[in-house]
């Protein structure tokens, strides 16, 4: 049976997922969660994920799509590569992962379709810091219409964060009474350390300078 007022959130336990999480469950009646393992150096963020999910009594469902990080050579999943720290000027960081958001999007709407979930939401956004292409709202909505073509369903991806910077994100987190919750009870860190992370790889340089853009802002006010 399809539940209009439900919703899936694709979940890394990270600070742009777990305000889209909190999003969700403002804006629907039932929130459901998934979480991928890709090979991922950083997979400490799985258990940040479902220990934010099981407190809150949300559904967390756990999806195995390590072939990915296998095919597709990147810094997070291959130890040998070393991270890029700034984006290159020409190309993409090497903690681009190819492929990636479109595979978890489309795992995410089978398991969505076989939930009667055809809301689906992700934290992506074109403001971010690496400018990744399937972070891109042209493909967002691209991959929306592949997804209804594909299972002859309407699936709606929802993208909160799209046009929103870092600092941004911090402050919709805190418009939804979550920021102390997403300052210190997540993991954006690449190195896998979760809060306020390392403070040198490219996840935690970007979530640091939102933060403290955001909360100049506030104190100004």
């Given at each position: 049976?399809?539940?209009?007022?439900?919703?899936?959130?694709?979940?890394?336990?990270?600070?742009?997922?777990?305000?889209?999480?909190?999003?969700?469950?403002?804006?629907?009646?039932?929130?459901?969660?998934?979480?991928?393992?890709?090979?991922?150096?950083?997979?400490?963020e799985v258990d940040y994920a479902c220990s934010i999910a099981e407190k809150r009594n949300i559904p967390f469902h756990l999806l195995d799509v390590s072939l990915l990080g296998q095919l597709a050579p990147?810094?997070?999943?291959?130890?040998?590569?070393?991270?890029?720290?700034?984006?290159?000027?020409?190309?993409?960081?090497?903690?681009?992962?190819?492929?990636?958001?479109?595979?978890?999007?489309?795992?995410?709407?089978v398991l969505a379709r076989s939930r009667g979930i055809y809301n689906i939401v992700t934290g992506v956004s074109e403001a971010d810091y690496s400018g990744y292409p399937d972070c891109r709202d042209t493909f967002i909505r691209s991959l929306n219409v592949t997804l209804n073509l594909?299972?002859?369903?309407?699936?709606?991806?929802?993208?909160?964060?799209?046009?929103?910077?870092k600092s941004e994100v911090w402050e919709l987190a805190d418009e939804l009474g979550v920021f102390d919750l997403v300052r210190n009870e997540t993991i954006t860190c690449y190195n896998g350390i979760p809060a306020d992370g390392c403070g040198h790889c490219p996840a935690c340089k970007l979530r640091r300078e939102g933060l403290d853009k955001y909360l100049r802002r506030r104190t100004s006010r």
């Open positions: 049976m399809k539940n209009k007022n439900a919703a899936l959130v694709c979940f890394s336990g990270g600070q742009d997922s777990t305000t889209c999480l909190f999003w969700a469950l403002r804006n629907f009646t039932e929130v459901e969660t998934v979480c991928f393992t890709y090979g991922q150096k950083h997979s400490i990147n810094s997070l999943t291959d130890s040998s590569i070393v991270m890029d720290n700034d984006k290159p000027d020409e190309s993409y960081p090497n903690t681009f992962v190819p492929g990636r958001n479109l595979i978890f999007l489309t795992f995410a709407a594909a299972m002859d369903e309407r699936f709606e991806l929802h993208t909160p964060l799209m046009s929103r910077d």
